[in-house]
């Protein structure tokens, strides 16, 4: 009875220990990151990065899953389902944690309660262009045409209910015009169209912008950023331009669903801010027109909320809708 008790008393101290160390252990497995996109592009970009990067330091193969499809909504969805344990991570994007919400009258997540944010990893501001031929050289001139010419002028993007989209709406509503939007299947249809003169405008990324400027084909008027992009340094920033509440921007973070030990999320979030210090990763971003970001999980989730809050403003005032 007396051994009986012995082990009856240890046990607490026995399962602490037992829980502590699976905390230690972990990772123990391969992990994967779901990315919302298919191969190619900035988010796979972005995903295949961090995966190498946190496979080196974990010692622990990360494996990219691209889950395309429905608005990003199924890759969401698969990463909200999956088993809160530290082996499922997500790239979590604007469209779908702060645009979706207004999109959709239903999600089968929450933008809030279904992930823990970790942190940010990069962003790209927007830019507002124009083809090199048109007689259109700067924000003010452009306000001044679409003011001019209500629905005479139309704008290109990469989609409907996208931030690129919804970036063209932004700029209508600051600037009191009336820009028709031309929502086509992608960035590089979009861009077409603007080369070949069938728009008169287009709002896309800095990093699908940056090459046609610099080869001189379009003109950029301006970067949805307080400051200028230095991918673009040419071109003005929102303030410069003279609409300083022209703020739009894509960023790309990790989350996790919810659930998972804090314990975890700690160490991802010490992890990536390694990475986002190293020297290597900042130039594979910003070659591609993109800004390496890191914060806390506060931080994120302040992020992720702010944005729901301005995006669904856009959307309601812009009545825009995901067909």
Not at 137 to 166: F, K, M, W
Not at 216 to 232: E, F, I
Not at 280 to 286: F, I, N, P, S, Y
Request: net charge neutral; proline share 7%.
């Amino acid at each position: 009875m007396d051994g009986v008790r012995r082990v009856l008393l240890a046990l607490p101290i026995l399962l602490a220990c037992t829980g502590a160390f699976a905390q230690e252990a972990w990772p123990s497995k391969p992990l994967r990151l779901i990315v919302p996109f298919p191969p190619g592009g900035a988010a796979d970009t972005i995903g295949r990065l961090v995966a190498v990067k946190l496979s080196e330091r974990l010692g622990q193969t990360v494996t990219v899953e691209n889950r395309a499809g429905g608005g990003t909504v199924i890759a969401a969805q698969a990463a909200a389902q999956a088993a809160p344990d530290g082996y499922t991570l997500s790239l979590a994007t604007t469209g779908q944690l702060a645009i979706n919400p207004a999109l959709h009258t239903r999600l089968p997540y929450d933008p809030v309660k279904s992930f823990v944010p970790v942190s940010l990893v990069a962003s790209t501001a927007y830019v507002i262009s124009v083809n090199a031929n048109s007689p259109i050289q700067n924000l003010r001139q452009l306000i001044d045409e679409a003011q001019r010419r209500p629905g005479g002028l139309a704008y290109a993007s990469c989609g409907n209910g996208t931030v690129c989209h919804l970036t063209g709406e932004l700029l209508k509503a600051l600037s009191n015009t009336d820009l028709l939007h031309v929502p086509y299947a992608g960035s590089a249809p979009a861009i077409a169209a603007l080369l070949g003169e069938q728009v008169q405008v287009a709002a896309d990324t800095v990093a699908v912008n940056a090459p046609q400027i610099k080869a001189g084909k379009l003109r950029g008027l301006v970067v949805s950023s307080a400051q200028r992009s230095p991918a673009l340094p040419d071109v003005p920033s929102a303030a410069e331009a003279g609409l300083p509440q022209f703020i739009a921007d894509s960023w790309f973070g990790i989350v996790l669903p919810a659930g998972t030990p804090a314990a975890v999320v700690q160490r991802l979030h010490r992890e990536l801010g390694a990475i986002a210090q190293s020297a290597d990763v900042r130039e594979q971003l910003a070659r591609v027109g993109l800004e390496t970001l890191h914060g806390t999980p506060e931080e994120f989730a302040l992020q992720i909320q702010g944005d729901i809050a301005k995006w669904g403003r856009v959307v309601r005032d812009g009545k825009v809708s995901a067909q």
